[in-house]
């Protein structure tokens, strides 16, 4: 179960749940892979409703990556991925890709957790 104040996002490829989290490595390949200028205008595409299917993609594989899964893209590609309240479909997978944006940078609440 994935933990939210850990930064964590429940990912499932296939029906099967995993645990996503982008760490330090999971986003400097993130903005190599997506030769973005800041992880902050990525955040601000998401919140704008501005991002592509290859954002997605790119956000799910490396919080899966961060929370130990070895795959890559390729991967995924026959793979039903879900997240989020929507469940498996494009929907969940950018649900969970936005999740994960935003605990990447969320900060724990005050007295800790």
Known sequence: MANPWAGEVEVTL???AHVA???LGALAELE???GE?????LAERFEAGRFSGRDVLALIVAGLRGGGWRGGAGDLIAVEIGGG???PGPVGAAQAAAQLLAR???LPPA???
């Open 37 to 41: 200028g800041s992880l902050v205008a």
């Open 14 to 16: 296939d029906g099967v």
């Open 104 to 106: 990447a940078f969320a």
């Open 32 to 34: 190599a892979e997506l």
């Open 85 to 87: 309240t929507a469940g």
């Open 21 to 23: 989290k982008l760490t």
């Open 111 to 113: 007295g800790g957790a």
